[in-house]
């Protein structure tokens, strides 16, 4: 069966400090991979997809990055972080050949102070 | 543009009584649908999803959700709410196969009433 994994848990930061927020796969083969922020009342907000190695579309402007480097390893980072980036980060996956649901890593909340 | 409206970021209910979860989608093309629930500090769960054919569908947890196309809704439903269901529930749309972008509610939190 797949499973999803995302690490750390939870992050205590220091503003204009480096972020790296790591999320796996495993189960599965060429999955499109997410990195979803959820802000208190504001939803879930897309922040970046990847259809493959390599492959990143960055759906909103924003001080973050997200790397692909394995098929089924997504990492999001940042170089120096702000106050605005505390939030929760949910990593996600769907199949890449169905219409099927995404599936949700356990987060990442994440405080810069 | 897809877009998600879910009416009431708060519900409460008694429990036993009906949950009922309001959410609206706009597309321009056929649509994916899903409810998401979450607990606190965890990642979100698929409730249930309608693709295509019967458009009642039924999920975990005794949840259902009907796809109303004349009414662009998709609501989400409960005969009988527990104490267990507390939670947020996320409604989301997709587009066709393979799509990469989904678009969420902004969530209800729902709170049962003992």
């Known amino acids: 069966s797949q499973t999803i994994h995302q690490w750390p848990a939870t992050l205590v930061q220091p503003v204009g400090s480096p972020l790296s927020l790591e999320c796996t796969v495993e189960g599965t083969s060429n999955p499109n991979l997410y990195w979803y922020r959820q802000a208190a009342g504001r939803g879930l907000q897309l922040l970046f997809y990847?259809?493959?190695?390599?492959?990143i579309s960055s759906e909103v402007p924003q001080n973050l990055s997200a790397s692909r480097p394995q098929d089924r390893q997504f990492i999001l980072s940042s170089k120096k972080l702000l106050l605005s980036d505390s939030g929760f980060y949910l990593c996600?996956?769907?199949?890449?050949?169905?219409?099927?649901?995404?599936?949700f890593g356990e987060g990442s909340r994440l405080t810069v102070l | 543009a897809q877009s998600v409206t879910q009416l009431g970021s708060h519900v409460s209910v008694s429990e036993g009584a009906l949950v009922l979860l309001r959410c609206n989608y706009s597309?321009?093309?056929?649509?994916?649908l899903f409810w998401y629930v979450q607990y606190p500090n965890q990642g979100l769960q698929l409730l249930l999803k309608?693709?295509?054919?019967?458009?009642l569908v039924k999920g975990i947890n005794g949840f259902e959700a009907e796809f109303k196309k004349s009414e662009t809704s998709f609501h989400l439903t409960k005969p009988s709410a527990h104490m267990s269901d507390a939670a947020e529930y996320f409604c989301?749309?997709?587009?066709?196969?393979?799509?990469?972008?989904?678009?969420f509610g902004t969530g209800t939190r729902l709170k049962v009433l003992a």
């Open positions: 996600a996956w769907s199949a890449s050949t169905s219409s099927g649901e995404l599936f």
């Open positions: 989301a749309v997709g587009k066709e196969r393979g799509t990469y972008k989904y678009i």
């Open positions: 597309s321009s093309v056929p649509p994916y």
């Open positions: 309608y693709t295509t054919g019967a458009t």
């Open positions: 990847s259809v493959g190695i390599g492959q």
